[in-house]
């Protein structure tokens, strides 16, 4: 979500937004945490993390972890990574299989990525599951906290099944840690799409004459992330990929991203646009935007 003109008190105060604080459950007197992640400032609801540890701690061997073996995880890994995501020969496709991008080295860098997650789950197997998560978080760099309540919670919602006697349970427990951390990643991937579309979107209607209606920040962001779906899917797929290269220590060309995000967003907002409100803007096909922030996309 993007939200803008909320001014800081000279006492460097900033009111929450009633929608954002529903959303995130915002009650007075909670903590809150603040990070830094590029040019953004991160505020989040402060975590019970001591409390999920001692949890997770006390529920160690009752997962079912030992009717899996390592090659077993690894399975589970490339059945969740590759879910929505990845065809097969290097084709990176959107959240319908309808569209695909063939991207050289992508095979090469989910292999990787596998390896790295594998790894990093073989703590699992000893029932030590805080230091698994915490594993997963470095590699993919997410929020250890967050992580940690979010799959802490699924797991109580989850203790009616009572214990684990089987193959079958422990490996919807263990993919519960995977679904988990993937969700958790693609949520911090598709914060970076959409800000950064949001940005380009705004380039464009910097050409838009003063005098004619332009859309509001949160406008572009439901246009985007609803009504062009599809296309948006897509584009945060490739991106999916790049920040994964980076947990591989490989890279898909920064020039082949940026070709395939200035494609993608043209078909977004220049050659459909839907920044056009009805009868109201001169046809946006027209226009011939600038797209300087692309280089960092």
């Given at each position: 979500?993007?939200?803008?003109g909320?001014?800081?008190?000279?006492?460097?105060?900033?009111?929450?937004?009633?929608?954002?604080?529903?959303?995130?459950?915002?009650?007075?007197?909670?903590?809150?945490?603040?990070?830094?992640?590029?040019?953004?400032?991160?505020?989040?609801?402060?975590?019970?993390?001591e409390?999920?540890?001692?949890?997770?701690?006390?529920?160690s061997?009752?997962l079912?972890?030992?009717?899996?073996?390592?090659?077993?995880?690894?399975?589970?890994?490339?059945?969740?990574?590759?879910?929505?995501?990845?065809?097969?020969?290097?084709?990176?496709?959107?959240?319908?299989?309808?569209?695909?991008?063939?991207?050289?080295?992508?095979?090469?860098?989910?292999?990787?990525?596998?390896?790295?997650?594998?790894?990093?789950s073989?703590?699992?197997?000893t029932?030590?599951?805080v230091?698994?998560?915490?594993?997963?978080?470095?590699?993919?760099?997410?929020?250890?906290?967050?992580?940690?309540?979010?799959?802490?919670?699924?797991?109580?919602?989850?203790?009616?099944?009572?214990?684990?006697?089987?193959?079958?349970?422990?490996?919807?427990?263990?993919?519960l840690?995977i679904?988990?951390?993937?969700?958790?990643?693609?949520?911090?991937?598709?914060d970076?799409?959409?800000?950064?579309?949001?940005?380009?979107?705004e380039?464009v209607?910097?050409?838009?004459?003063?005098?004619?209606?332009?859309?509001?920040?949160?406008?572009i962001?439901?246009?985007?992330?609803?009504?062009?779906?599809?296309?948006?899917?897509?584009l945060?797929?490739?991106?999916v990929?790049?920040?994964?290269?980076?947990?591989?220590?490989?890279?898909?060309?920064?020039?082949?991203?940026?070709?395939?995000?200035?494609?993608?967003?043209?078909?977004?907002?220049?050659?459909?646009?839907?920044?056009?409100?009805?009868?109201?803007?001169?046809?946006?096909?027209?226009?011939?935007?600038?797209?300087?922030?692309?280089?960092?996309?």
């Amino acid at each position: 979500m993007v939200s803008e003109g909320h001014k800081v008190s000279n006492k460097g105060q900033i009111v929450v937004p009633a929608k954002y604080r529903k959303r995130l459950n915002i009650q007075p007197k909670d903590k809150m945490n603040f990070r830094i992640r590029g040019h953004f400032l991160i505020a989040e609801k402060a975590r019970e993390t001591e409390k999920n540890i001692k949890y997770l701690n006390q529920k160690s061997g009752q997962l079912g972890e030992r009717f899996l073996t390592l090659d077993e995880l690894e399975d589970i890994i490339k059945d969740l990574l590759y879910q929505q995501f990845y065809r097969g020969d290097n084709y990176i496709t959107d959240r319908i299989g309808k569209v695909e991008f063939k991207i050289l080295g992508a095979q090469a860098i989910l292999d990787e990525v596998v390896e790295v997650l594998k790894e990093g789950s073989e703590e699992w197997l000893t029932g030590n599951y805080v230091d698994c998560l915490s594993n997963f978080a470095e590699d993919l760099d997410l929020d250890f906290p967050t992580l940690l309540e979010e799959f802490s919670n699924k797991v109580k919602n989850l203790e009616i099944m009572g214990p684990i006697t089987d193959k079958e349970g422990a490996s919807i427990m263990y993919a519960l840690s995977i679904g988990e951390t993937l969700s958790e990643f693609r949520t911090r991937v598709g914060d970076i799409v959409t800000e950064n579309l949001i940005k380009e979107a705004e380039v464009v209607q910097a050409h838009i004459p003063d005098k004619k209606k332009k859309l509001e920040t949160e406008e572009i962001e439901d246009m985007i992330t609803q009504k062009l779906a599809d296309k948006y899917s897509i584009l945060m797929n490739i991106r999916v990929l790049k920040e994964l290269a980076k947990v591989s220590l490989k890279t898909i060309g920064q020039r082949q991203y940026k070709t395939a995000s200035e494609r993608l967003f043209n078909e977004l907002f220049v050659q459909e646009g839907p920044l056009k409100p009805e009868q109201d803007v001169k046809d946006i096909k027209e226009l011939k935007p600038s797209l300087p922030s692309f280089d960092g996309f």
